[in-house]
């Protein structure tokens, strides 16, 4: 018959398993995170760029009123990409927090289990020992002076 400590192996495991498959979520989660964030960044910087393009071109030559519009409907376009994109970034920085605290949970079950085994496996040994010392102290003495 398998001692516990062995049996709880397995369960050990399992935990194991479920906390890097969530430690690569979390990584895979941040990672995404910050590409969105880059790509904000991106279509911050290109809008600028876009409106002192914008700027430079009626302080030089008037603009005809068809593309004036066309030039402000654009850059209300780039506006509210920079605007979902933030609404995205934070609600992934919330899923991020929320899987966080999952992982967490999960971390410390596995941890739990590694000391749980760590005590079964003292246990055994104190058990075994004090066996060994009972069959020890049950067997015949045999004196030395038949």
């Known amino acids: 018959m398998k001692k516990t400590s ?8 399992i935990a194991q398993l479920k906390q890097q498959q969530a430690s690569q979520r979390l990584g895979e989660m941040t990672r995404d995170n910050l590409a969105a964030k880059q790509q904000q960044q991106q279509l911050r910087d290109y809008q ?5 393009q914008f700027s430079k071109q009626i302080t030089h030559q008037p603009l005809q009123a068809s593309k004036a519009m066309n030039y402000l409907k654009f850059y209300s376009n780039l506006e509210n990409a920079v605007t ?20 967490q949970k999960i971390y410390s079950r596995e941890k739990n289990m590694e000391s749980l085994i760590e005590r079964k496996q003292l246990e055994e040994e104190m058990e075994l020992e004090k066996k060994l010392q009972r069959e020890q102290d049950d067997r015949p003495k045999s004196s030395s002076f038949e």
């Not at 600028?48 to 002192?52: A, C, E, K, P, R």
């Open 48 to 52: 600028q760029d876009y409106g002192q």
């Open 84 to 103: 979902l994109q933030q609404e995205r970034i934070v609600l992934a920085e919330d899923q991020i927090n929320t899987f966080r605290r999952e992982w």
């Open 6 to 13: 062995e049996r709880l192996q397995t369960v050990l495991k």
